[in-house]
């Protein structure tokens, strides 16, 4: 299959079709797949975002990967939702740092109404403050994603983890159709979709696939696709899961680019057991957005200035979020106004 068809934004894919991406010789897969980048997206910017656990643990699902599921013994320490004030803080320092957006995370199977109040507020603020938004909080009802929408919300972070036929052994609680059903519930609310996958957690190459072609099948591709390596922690069922090949992680960030080819691809958890050139070798596969600042939701992320760091030596700049763009260009075409007419007699008298 050549990039070409690719790039008609496809969503009949089979999974034969994926796994024969998949099967490429490694340099031929990725040279197909930074030529697909370049068409769509400038190769050397990429997008930043900061998590933040607005409700950390006790979660009643049993996701096997998850540290903040109540089922397992992780040590974790729980917390009720966050004050304002503390989300509001947190924003500022990611903002500071440079992100573009802020991704808002609580440890529920879907959110209460009674909680739906504050996390429009928690939206408002942060968009306030010049950031773009983003809330993974589990299972949305029809009016709950619209109650979102209507805050501003832009992103709705929702994954469907892996390929529907391993997801029973991942997670008992909630059903792959539970999950299709909230991506289209976000979808009818006018949000743009954040979904993606973790891949380590002792699936096949054919899951892999699996979890693509359902991405790529949807009836339009999420804007944003996270592709998670599987961050062990002690206490969950997965923590003693075998490594992944980092061949193989790339591979599967290379045919997201290819099956997705207009989405940003983020290199998302996982990027503390990863070297720099696995993550540099990411970029060049397609992935062109990350997690960033110490934290991911309760484990570590790479620094944030080791991470500024690395993009400077690679000659990648991170990603500015439009509305400031735009902001920034009305300022400059202003300027430029003001220069091309200063002798202009009628334009001074007219300001
Ligand atoms: N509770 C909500 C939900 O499950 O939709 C939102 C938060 S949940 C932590 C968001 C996503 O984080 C999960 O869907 C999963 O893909 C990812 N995740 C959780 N634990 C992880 C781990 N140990 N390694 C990699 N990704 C993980
Ligand atoms: C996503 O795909 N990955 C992020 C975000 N969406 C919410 C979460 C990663 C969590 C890793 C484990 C933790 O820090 O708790
Ligand atoms: Fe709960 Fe989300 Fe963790 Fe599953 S992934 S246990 S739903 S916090």
Redesign the pocket.
């Known amino acids: 299959m050549s990039s070409q068809e690719g790039s008609l934004l496809r969503h009949d894919w089979t999974r034969d079709q994926v796994l024969s991406l998949f099967n490429q010789p490694f340099n031929d897969l990725l040279f197909d797949a930074q030529v697909m980048h370049r068409q769509h997206f400038d190769p050397n910017q990429v997008q930043l975002s900061t998590l933040l656990s607005i409700k950390t643990g006790a979660?009643p699902?049993d996701?096997k990967?998850?540290?903040?599921s109540a089922r397992y013994d992780t040590g974790l320490e729980k917390e009720k939702l966050l004050q304002i004030e503390q989300v509001i803080e947190a924003a500022k320092i990611a903002k500071a740092s440079g992100s573009s957006r802020f991704c808002m995370?609580?440890?529920?199977?879907s959110p209460h109404d009674r909680d739906i109040p504050a996390v429009a507020e928690m939206i408002r603020e942060v968009k306030s403050l010049g950031l773009e938004t983003c809330m993974?909080?589990?299972?949305l009802s029809e009016a709950q994603s619209d109650k979102l929408a209507d805050a501003g919300l832009d992103y709705y972070?929702?994954?469907l983890?892996t390929s529907k036929e391993f997801y029973g052994e991942v997670i008992t609680t909630r059903t792959y159709q539970d999950r299709l059903n909230t991506l289209a519930n976000v979808r009818n609310s006018g949000m743009k979709v954040c979904a993606?996958?973790?891949v380590g957690m002792g699936e096949e190459q054919q899951d892999r696939a699996g979890l693509l072609m359902e991405l790529a099948n949807l009836p339009v591709h999420p804007e944003s696709v996270?592709i998670?390596?599987?961050?062990?922690?002690a206490g969950?069922p997965?923590a003693d899961q075998a490594n992944l090949d980092p061949f193989e992680f790339i591979r599967t960030i290379a045919v997201a680019r290819l099956m997705m080819p207009k989405s940003y691809v983020r290199l998302?958890?996982?990027r503390e057991d990863m070297n720099e050139q696995m993550q540099a070798m990411a970029f060049m596969a397609g992935a062109n957005s990350i997690f960033y600042c110490d934290k991911?939701?309760t484990?570590p992320n790479p620094k944030a200035n080791t991470d500024m760091q690395l993009l400077e030596r690679l000659g990648i700049a991170p990603e500015e979020y439009q509305a400031d763009k735009d902001s920034r260009q009305q300022e400059d075409d202003l300027h430029r106004a003001i220069n091309e007419h200063k002798n202009d007699a009628l334009f001074y008298r007219a300001s």
């Open positions: 979660c699902e996701c990967y998850c540290p903040q995370g609580a440890a529920w199977r993974t909080l589990g299972m972070n929702h994954n983890d993606g996958g973790i996270p998670n390596m599987l961050v062990k922690v969950t997965m998302s958890a996982g991911l939701l484990t």
